[in-house]
């Protein structure tokens, strides 16, 4: 999860003067974890539900909401920067959305040069899906002039001198041979043109989503910037320049808005309008346990930097802020409430429920699945169902497809929910190369697939996997092992040759069998080498997966 250092002297410079002591008792309180602290600073970790958290500016406005020491939404004045950004049709097929804002009066050092650059990657990650969805750029205004033009232009079109380098270089080049170009270069290297963003005079800010120019680079001099985040969700694009434009606010600086001028119409940004909710009183305090009223909850949404109106007995209208966008539906007004009262004040009490608890079929299958495993010499492991697509489809050889992402993952190796078990087998061995062989291991659990016809829009599947390495293992010992796991789970063993990316070409067979209830359908045989490579593996592998439908 993102981490953010701050110290002491940063809150007291935003208006707020408290003790390090009660500052490490109330930060949890307003859903953080304190990685570490001294006599100067501390380093706190937020959730990725909340990237207004993710600069010192955005914790110090919530701060003095939580303390009371200011209530009510803040108000940001958005002055006419008088300057367009034009978006070129031929940008709308790579990268197609551009937000763009101007701050006039900021000041740097160079601890603050160093807090924007680690708040700008940690919004690249927790809203930008490492750039792939949003992607900033901030720059310093004076060296540049408008109106600016947002492109797409072939790799070979251009030339300017990236950040932290000496010469210039194509957009090519630096795909090639720079470090972030090498390291981004899968965003764009399906396409044959590439976004740039330039001024009037034709000087390069920025290849978005890789690197900004080195013209443009921030300094302790810059006072007056230009924010542009680019992407290839619109709302996300919005969301993300909200919140930059409001942290850089708090530390003082005026916001100034951009015309966007599109093919399809132009609008202004940023647009920090309010979002307007209402929240039930008495599911508040149903959710809550606690005995609320509408004059407390008003109270508590304003500790929230929310303002909050008084519509009947049992509705609060909350006025949300544009920099809130984790506010999506009721409940999230419930958990701020909650937030704001004290979770650490609410009394935690037991249900009044009588049941007679019965063991469900499904847990029972799981057991018995154990036991014949167990029985066989495997040992049983437990991998998250959060993986990512690295590990998940590159290292597997594998065509990454429809699949379940999370929205806002709590870090790069937590992306997805998992469609297979075997990724997380081979992970398993990676991390315990260390140790003797053979290595046997297992696991039973649940999968999920995007299914639109599915109220939920998703399909939940059981499925059993199982690995083996050392020196010699080879597909005759997995076959038997296929075979003995499924005649013992009470399913016929028929098989077919099959080909399967992540494993070797002649050496792998398909499973299917149907049962009374039940029927199976899977795979095993060798792991391709190169497969074995990718989780960096000496010895071979033999691994077999089951699905489990019932019928």
């Not at 090498?182 to 005079?201: F, G, M, N, Q």
């Not at 647009?271 to 909850?297: C, F, H, I, Y």
């Not at 169902?385 to 870090?411: F, G, W």
Request: one cysteine or more; proline letters at 5%.
């Amino acid at each position: 999860m993102p981490v953010i250092t701050f110290d002491y002297e940063d809150l007291k410079e935003l208006g707020i003067d408290i003790d390090k002591e009660k500052l490490i008792e109330v930060l949890p309180m307003m859903g953080s974890d304190i990685e570490d602290f001294d006599d100067e600073g501390v380093k706190v970790e937020f959730f990725p539900n909340r990237p207004d958290l993710l600069s010192v500016e955005g914790v110090a406005r919530s701060l003095r909401g939580f303390l009371g020491i200011e209530k009510g939404m803040p108000e940001y004045e958005v002055r006419d920067s008088g300057l367009e950004v034009t978006v070129d049709e031929t940008v709308l097929g790579v990268r197609p959305y551009i937000g763009m804002a101007v701050i006039d009066g900021v000041r740097f050092n160079d601890k603050k040069l160093k807090q924007v650059m680690e708040f700008q990657e940690d919004l690249h990650w927790v809203i930008g899906r490492d750039r792939k969805k949003v992607a900033i750029g901030i720059h310093d205004l004076d060296a540049v002039r408008g109106p600016f033009t947002y492109q797409g232009v072939e790799p070979e079109a251009v030339s300017f001198t990236p950040l932290d380098s000496v010469c210039e270089m194509t957009p090519r080049e630096i795909l090639e041979e720079h470090p972030k170009g090498v390291k981004y270069a899968h965003l764009l290297r399906e396409h044959e043109r590439y976004p740039l963003i330039t001024d009037s005079r034709g000087n390069v800010l920025s290849i978005p989503p890789i690197i900004n120019g080195e013209l443009t680079k921030l300094t302790e001099k810059t006072e007056r910037i230009l924010v542009d985040v680019t992407g290839t969700d619109e709302r996300a694009v919005q969301q993300t320049l909200n919140i930059i434009c409001t942290s850089f606010a708090e530390a003082g600086g005026s916001i100034k808005s951009v015309t966007i001028k599109r093919p399809d119409g132009e609008f202004r940004a940023p647009d920090l309008s309010p979002k307007n909710m209402t929240v039930s009183v008495e599911r508040a305090s149903r959710l809550t346990g606690l005995e609320l009223d509408p004059e407390t909850v008003r109270e508590l949404l304003m500790k929230a930097r929310m303002d909050a109106e008084i519509v009947s007995e049992d509705e609060v209208l909350a006025s949300i802020p544009a920099y809130r966008v984790e506010v999506l539906h009721e409940v999230d007004l419930v958990e701020n409430i909650a937030v704001q009262y004290c979770i650490g004040r609410i009394e935690p009490e037991l249900p009044e429920i009588a049941t007679i608890a019965e063991e469900d079929s499904w847990n029972r299958a799981d057991e018995f699945i154990r036991e014949v495993m167990i029985g066989l010499g495997f040992q049983e492991v437990m991998s998250l169902m959060l993986t990512n697509e690295e590990n998940h489809y590159s290292k597997m050889r594998l065509e990454v497809d429809e699949r379940v992402e999370v929205a806002q993952p709590i870090s790069q190796d937590r992306t997805m929910l998992r469609k297979s078990l075997l990724n997380g087998l081979l992970e398993f061995f990676e991390d315990n190369k260390h140790e003797d062989l053979p290595q046997r291991i297992f696991e039973v659990g649940d999968v999920v697939y995007p299914d639109p016809e599915m109220e939920t829009g998703t399909r939940v599947v059981k499925k059993l996997a199982c690995a083996v390495t050392h020196s010699s293992a080879g597909f005759t010992e997995m076959k038997s092992i296929a075979a003995a796991v499924v005649e013992n789970l009470g399913y016929e063993f028929r098989i077919e040759a099959m080909d399967h990316p992540s494993f070797i070409g002649g050496r792998c067979a398909s499973i299917e069998s149907r049962g009374e209830s039940s029927s199976i359908t899977g795979f095993f045989g060798e792991i391709h080498p190169e497969v074995l490579e990718g989780f960096g593996l000496e010895y071979p592998v033999i691994a077999l997966e089951i699905e489990f439908r019932e019928n």
